[in-house]
């Protein structure tokens, strides 16, 4: 059977969208989750090409396995939600990535983002933007517990 185009199902890769055909090495796969977590958060989609051509994973690839080890070179560790789903008989992994967790930096002590469908080291425009967002994110629910007394 022919790989199938899922093109009129999916979004197209975007700032908060990206597929790959194979899970990548822990090291690069944590380097992706930071861009996602220090920009907007998102969906990372595996076994599914950029073209939006469903390929699928090998059952052999033990992709728990990958994504917590990436996590474990992550600081502070994000927040994910992982699972594996059927497309049309075949198996992909959808890695959820919840946004204004941080800043989240690699063991390395580098901070990623995302620019639009590539991953670049943050600039401090990056950094200010995104500490402030978290800063307002704090006040915001400092003042939410406070009203529920």
């Not at 790989?3 to 090291?27: F, M």
């Not at 992982?82 to 992994?93: A, D, H, L, P, W």
């Not at 990056?126 to 500490?131: G, V």
Request: net charge neutral; glycine share 6%; with cysteine.
């Amino acid at each position: 059977m022919a790989n199938e185009i899922l093109s009129e199902n999916l979004e197209l890769e975007g700032v908060k969208r990206e597929y790959k055909e194979v899970i990548p090495p822990p090291k690069s796969l944590a380097h992706l989750i930071a861009s996602f977590v220090n920009t907007e958060g998102g969906k990372v989609v595996f076994g599914v090409k950029d073209d939006l051509t469903l390929v699928g994973l090998s059952d052999n690839v033990p992709v728990r396995t990958i994504v917590e080890t990436a996590l474990s070179y992550l600081r502070p560790k994000p927040v994910v939600n992982g699972y594996f789903s059927n497309i049309n008989g075949k198996q992909v992994y959808i890695l959820e990535i919840k946004d204004n967790q941080g800043p989240v930096i690699t063991e390395d002590g580098r901070f990623y983002v995302r620019d639009n469908t590539t991953i670049r080291l943050a600039n401090q425009d990056d950094l200010h933007r995104n500490i402030s967002q978290v800063r307002e994110n704090h006040v915001w629910y400092t003042k939410w517990l406070c009203c529920k007394k």
